[in-house]
């Protein structure tokens, strides 16, 4: 085989089925080494059904199709700037092919201006951003909790009621709520209606497991809050993940009017019993690491810090969120 570092980088826009499988082979392969998974849930969605159409793909693959490397870039969002992650085959690196993946990136990125995601604080990931002059700019903690551990009974507010989602009635009143309660989060609070669908098709997706608060009569009804549960590993999210099945705290959201009443304390509790009914032995969420009430909340329920994603953002420069 040639070496690596004259192998080509593709630059595609939607992959085809087969290079969807070539992708999905290379994730598989780092996530048994690394223990973490070097894509979301976001840019894995993507791969699986297709996603926004600005979307790049950049893909090092061998004479047998093999991908040693692959690089997802997003442009879609003009205020943040665009944002990308990348891996490189676990046999394959520090070859060069994170570097040249993540060079290639700023180029293709509108405005110079890139956001790179490192899974799992990789030591590697953080010395390659600073020797290319990329800085530490945000924290996703992920935390866990024992489900065999007590877990104090829900008390909800006065007026407001809990039941589950249902699909074609909730869709667009679940999408106004999520983008007031996360109005200044960076992704989280632009979702659309397609954003829902398109989880809504996983094979993960329980409407079971997806409670909203109510307040008000039954004719004036109006949503106040959610949490939407996941369960995830041992083939009930995708191949990606190789441990047994997992809960999580996927979303919790709630009015702004709402804070302070204790509702996101039920919710989270309400969903967390369910997911301990359903045999689970752990439950995980994800936090933004500066979201210090939310911390505080989670902390008070029994959840510790497990691990972190780290971005690194630059201009001009390049560097790879793993390693190359």
């Known amino acids: 085989m040639p070496a690596v570092d004259v192998l080509p980088v593709s630059e595609l826009g939607r992959l085809d089925a087969r290079q969807v499988a070539a992708v999905t082979r290379l994730v598989q392969a780092a996530t048994d080494v690394d223990g973490t998974t070097p894509l979301d849930e976001h840019v894995l969605l993507h791969l699986r059904q297709g996603g926004d159409e600005p979307t790049r793909n950049l893909l090092v693959a061998d004479a047998a199709g093999t991908v040693l490397a692959y690089a997802h870039l997003d442009v879609t969002d003009a205020v943040e700037g665009a944002s990308a992650q990348l891996v490189v085959d676990p046999e394959h690196r520090r070859e060069g092919l994170g570097r040249r993946l993540a060079q290639r990136l700023v180029q293709l990125s509108p405005d110079g201006r890139l956001r790179l995601w490192a899974h799992g604080e990789h030591p590697d990931a953080a010395g390659l951003a600073a020797s290319l002059g990329f800085t530490r700019a945000r924290s ?26 249902e699909a074609g009635r909730d869709d667009e009143a679940w999408v106004e709520l999520n983008a007031t309660a996360f109005a200044s989060h960076p992704e989280q609070g632009r979702w659309s209606v397609d954003d829902l669908h398109r989880r809504m098709a996983e094979p993960w997706f329980d409407p079971a497991g997806f409670f909203l608060a109510e307040r008000g009569g039954r004719d004036s009804a109006y949503l106040v809050g959610f949490h939407w549960t996941k369960i995830h590993g041992g083939g009930l999210l995708d191949q990606t993940h190789g441990h047994e099945p997992i809960g999580e705290v996927y979303v919790v959201g709630v009015r702004p009017d709402e804070q302070g009443s204790g509702l996101g304390r039920a919710l989270t509790l309400l969903g967390l019993r369910h997911l301990r009914a359903r045999g689970l032995p752990q439950a995980m969420l994800y936090v933004d690491g ?5 911390i505080r909340l989670y902390e008070a329920l029994g959840f510790t810090r497990w691990d972190t994603d780290v971005m690194y ?5 390049a560097a790879a969120p793993g390693p190359s």
């Open 140 to 165: 996703l903690w992920q935390l866990r909790r024992s489900l065999y551990s007590p877990l104090p009974e829900p008390s909800l507010p006065a007026g407001v009621t809990v039941r589950t989602f």
């Open 313 to 317: 953002a630059g201009r001009g420069g």
């Open 290 to 294: 500066d979201n210090a009430p939310a």
